[in-house]
T-cell receptor
Framework: NAGVTQTPKFQVLKTGQSMTLQCAQD?????MSWYRQDPGMGLRLIHY???????DQGEVPNGYNVSRSTTEDFPLRLLSAAPSQTSVYFC??????????????FGEGSRLTVL | GESVGLHLPTLSVQEGDNSIINCAYS??????FIWYKQESGKGPQFIID?????DKRQGQRVTVLLNKTVKHLSLQIAATQPGDSAVYFC????????????FGKGTLLTVNP
């Protein structure tokens, strides 16, 4: 059972370049989300989705785009990378939106450096 | 507890001691709380959860206490082991159509052998 898979694990970009961080889950989870983690800042929500075709902004959405064409995949796109986007990015998913459990299942993270 | 600025609160304990990690949450409407453990270079992992209709919940070597009056959450780890060394985060959710988890800034636990 793979859970939440993120690729790539490491990436170095130059300012102005674009790229996509991939996220896939095999648990048939309805909810998927992207967080960024910076030192001393905890985990901050970038974008989230409650199902295929539905996305919404989180706390820090500027500079990022998402789409949800399938239940399994939730890619995060950086349109024009900036040094302020240097961070560790985590994808997380959750199933059973109507159920009692609300924990997120996290991927292993993607470490991005923008020069 | 919660950090201010760029420095993560730290807790250093001896192996075998009990550890208590604190968290102040922000939303009085939150009714579900989770503790996560994050080891270096890995994603956060679920430890234990608690609902607002409970004051205490126990797991294996861990206990979570919830004080809704002062919006405070704590995680107690019994007989702390070197493998418990990690950053611990609390997270909150207010339920309904809000599926988002809001995370605290974390506490670094270091266990000395």
């Amino acid at each position: 059972n793979a859970g939440v898979t993120q690729t790539p694990k490491f990436q170095v970009l130059k300012t102005g370049q674009s790229m996509t961080l991939q996220c896939a889950q095999d648990m048939n989870h309805e909810y998927m989300s992207w967080y960024r983690q910076d030192p001393g800042m905890g985990l901050r929500l970038i974008h989230y989705s409650v199902g295929a075709g539905i996305t919404d902004q989180g706390e820090v959405p500027n500079g990022y785009n998402v789409s949800r064409s399938t239940t399994e995949d939730f890619p995060l796109r950086l349109l024009s990378a900036a040094p302020s986007q240097t961070s560790v990015y985590f994808c997380a998913s959750r199933g059973g939106l109507a159920g009692p459990r609300r924990e997120l299942f996290f991927g292993e993270g993607s470490r991005l450096t923008v020069l | 507890g919660e950090s201010v600025g760029l420095h993560l609160p730290t807790l250093s304990v001896q192996e075998g001691d009990n550890s208590i990690i604190n968290c102040a949450y922000s939303n009085s409407a939150s009714d579900y709380f989770i503790w996560y453990k994050q080891e270096s270079g890995k994603g956060p992992q679920f430890i234990i959860d608690i609902r607002s209709n409970m004051d205490k919940r126990q797991g294996q070597r861990v206990t979570v206490l919830l004080n809704k009056t002062v919006k405070h959450l704590s995680l107690q780890i019994a007989a702390t082991q070197p493998g418990d060394s990690a950053v611990y985060f609390c997270a909150e959710n207010s339920g309904g159509s809000n599926y988002k988890l809001t995370f605290g800034k974390g506490t670094l636990l270091t266990v000395n052998p």
